[in-house]
């Protein structure tokens, strides 16, 4: 059958709620994926249902995620109930609890029971009302306060906002997104139908080749996003300023060349012109002479061989065919950055870091090397003494990624103990090569 469901984030108002149209059959870790996707949620967070009662109820009947199920939580886990074993006739409730320290308590209220329609989609959003609201916001108070802040019209905006940029100077991690119904049910379509045929071939073997169906979905919401329609053309100004650091390096080695250093790296006085002209006089220490202790040069000069702008031959750093190519037109410069992204190191967890941030930058990602860590950990990758991946071990292994972004100016700086985020321009240099 298919199942009319209400589904009401309690505590808000008005209240923030989204209609769904659901199979009967499906189970409710299934569901969780759903809830996950409709909310805008980012599966951060341990989760469990309940009937009878609110999760936290001594006379609820409780359905456990994975984690809690493996640490012995008294209940059932929830890959072995199906929908329509506690949701039976017009009126019967389902508790959905995500984030036990925000506790977002869903209600699932069955409003109709419908004879499934032949090829209808397995979820379908119907209808919603309210923002979505951002993760780590202190629940429904900090989901009030940031609505009030974020929403001029609303009655208390003024005096919300002034608190809100004092709290948070304006951090878009705590803005609710706003409902979009097509872009939700783009993200549902996506969960339930067969890979595309047109994935790039790194993303297809990730998504074919990862463990455990909830990190499977989890990559492909993240997929969906990243490959999501946009802006495909850049502005030729946002384009000039973001690839303006091998534009320079590319003119300054011109036609002749530049003489290297005995062990291979550009002679003080490029190093120093390199960190004048990349705006670091002052903000490294030390006279920004030596390439290794300058490490945004040395990164600068690096990439662009990988990349296939510049070779080393004879002692001397020469532009390659596609460097003199690119070397006076912007455009063709960052179409063949995108086209050589992300980088394939050696090293398998290298390949796949660099892989899993560009596409956390492309979906937009809050906290990259934190996403990356904790994709590679449930991957199944650990450090040398058997403990998760951490954040430093990510950044390690998407260095090579990270350093192109970089170059272009594709990050923030570091906010509320989170890393950085990706900008505007990494983001859309990610999608770029993306789709390459």
């Given at each position: 059958?298919t199942?009319?469901?209400?589904?009401?984030?309690?505590?808000t108002?008005?209240?923030?709620?989204?209609?769904?149209?659901?199979d009967?059959?499906?189970?409710?870790n299934?569901?969780?994926?759903?809830?996950?996707?409709?909310?805008?949620?980012?599966?951060?967070?341990?989760?469990?249902?309940?009937?009878?009662?609110?999760?936290?109820?001594?006379?609820a009947?409780?359905?456990?995620?994975?984690?809690?199920?493996?640490?012995?939580?008294?209940?059932?886990?929830?890959?072995?109930?199906?929908?329509?074993?506690?949701l039976?006739?017009?009126?019967?409730r389902?508790?959905?609890?995500y984030d036990?320290?925000d506790?977002?308590?869903?209600?699932?209220?069955?409003?109709?029971?419908?004879?499934?329609?032949?090829?209808?989609?397995?979820?379908r959003c119907?209808?919603?009302?309210?923002?979505?609201?951002?993760?780590?916001?202190?629940?429904?108070?900090?989901?009030?306060?940031?609505?009030?802040?974020?929403?001029?019209?609303h009655?208390?905006?003024?005096?919300?906002?002034a608190?809100y940029?004092?709290?948070?100077?304006?951090?878009?991690d705590?803005?609710?997104?706003?409902?979009?119904?097509?872009?939700?049910?783009?993200?549902l379509?996506?969960?339930?139908?067969?890979l595309?045929?047109?994935?790039?071939?790194?993303?297809?073997?990730l998504?074919?080749?990862?463990?455990?169906?909830?990190?499977?979905?989890?990559?492909?919401?993240?997929?969906?996003k990243?490959?999501?329609?946009?802006?495909?053309e850049?502005?030729?100004?946002?384009?000039?300023?973001a690839?303006g650091?091998?534009?320079?390096?590319l003119e300054?080695?011109g036609?002749?060349?530049?003489?290297?250093?005995?062990?291979?790296?550009?002679?003080?006085a490029?190093?120093?012109?390199?960190?004048?002209?990349?705006?670091?006089?002052?903000?490294?220490?030390?006279?920004?002479?030596?390439?290794?202790?300058?490490?945004?040069?040395?990164?600068?000069?690096?990439?662009?061989?990988?990349?296939?702008?510049?070779?080393?031959?004879?002692?001397?750093?020469?532009?390659?065919?596609?460097?003199?190519?690119?070397?006076?037109?912007?455009?063709?410069l960052?179409?063949?950055?995108?086209?050589r992204m992300?980088?394939?190191?050696?090293?398998?967890?290298?390949?796949?870091?660099?892989l899993?941030?560009?596409?956390?930058?492309a979906?937009?990602s809050?906290?990259?090397?934190?996403?990356?860590?904790d994709?590679?950990?449930?991957?199944?990758?650990?450090?040398?003494?058997?403990?998760?991946v951490?954040s430093?071990a990510?950044?390690d292994?998407?260095?090579?990624a990270?350093?192109?972004?970089?170059?272009?100016?594709?990050?923030?700086?570091?906010?509320?103990?989170?890393?950085?985020?990706p900008t505007?321009?990494?983001?859309?240099?990610?999608?770029?090569?993306l789709?390459?």
């Amino acid at each position: 059958m298919t199942y009319r469901l209400r589904v009401e984030i309690e505590g808000t108002e008005p209240p923030l709620w989204r209609g769904l149209e659901l199979d009967s059959d499906l189970f409710l870790n299934e569901v969780h994926t759903i809830l996950q996707a409709v909310f805008g949620w980012e599966d951060y967070h341990l989760h469990g249902f309940s009937s009878g009662g609110s999760y936290y109820s001594r006379e609820a009947e409780l359905y456990l995620c994975p984690f809690e199920a493996q640490e012995g939580k008294p209940g059932i886990p929830e890959e072995q109930v199906r929908l329509d074993e506690v949701l039976v006739q017009k009126g019967d409730r389902l508790a959905y609890t995500y984030d036990f320290g925000d506790d977002w308590e869903h209600l699932l209220t069955l409003q109709a029971v419908l004879p499934r329609e032949e090829g209808a989609p397995r979820a379908r959003c119907t209808a919603g009302k309210r923002a979505a609201p951002p993760e780590d916001c202190g629940g429904v108070p900090g989901y009030e306060f940031v609505s009030a802040a974020t929403d001029p019209e609303h009655p208390q905006h003024a005096e919300a906002l002034a608190e809100y940029r004092q709290a948070y100077d304006q951090d878009p991690d705590r803005t609710p997104v706003p409902f979009d119904i097509d872009a939700v049910n783009a993200t549902l379509a996506a969960l339930s139908e067969p890979l595309p045929d047109d994935l790039p071939d790194p993303i297809r073997d990730l998504l074919e080749s990862v463990p455990g169906r909830m990190l499977k979905t989890r990559l492909l919401v993240l997929v969906t996003k990243a490959l999501a329609p946009g802006e495909e053309e850049q502005d030729t100004a946002i384009v000039a300023k973001a690839v303006g650091p091998y534009s320079w390096l590319l003119e300054h080695v011109g036609d002749d060349g530049i003489k290297l250093t005995g062990a291979g790296y550009l002679p003080p006085a490029g190093v120093r012109e390199a960190a004048e002209a990349l705006g670091l006089t002052g903000r490294v220490l030390g006279m920004a002479n030596r390439e290794v202790q300058t490490l945004p040069v040395l990164n600068l000069r690096e990439s662009a061989q990988k990349s296939g702008l510049l070779r080393k031959s004879k002692g001397r750093l020469l532009l390659t065919k596609a460097g003199r190519a690119a070397r006076d037109d912007s455009r063709a410069l960052w179409d063949h950055l995108a086209e050589r992204m992300p980088p394939t190191p050696r090293a398998e967890v290298e390949r796949l870091g660099c892989l899993l941030m560009f596409l956390l930058v492309a979906a937009e990602s809050r906290d990259v090397f934190e996403d990356v860590a904790d994709i590679l950990t449930a991957m199944g990758w650990r450090l040398g003494g058997g403990d998760p991946v951490d954040s430093g071990a990510a950044h390690d292994a998407a260095y090579e990624a990270w350093v192109v972004l970089d170059v272009l100016g594709g990050w923030t700086g570091t906010s509320f103990g989170r890393g950085p985020a990706p900008t505007a321009r990494g983001v859309a240099f990610a999608r770029a090569a993306l789709h390459r």
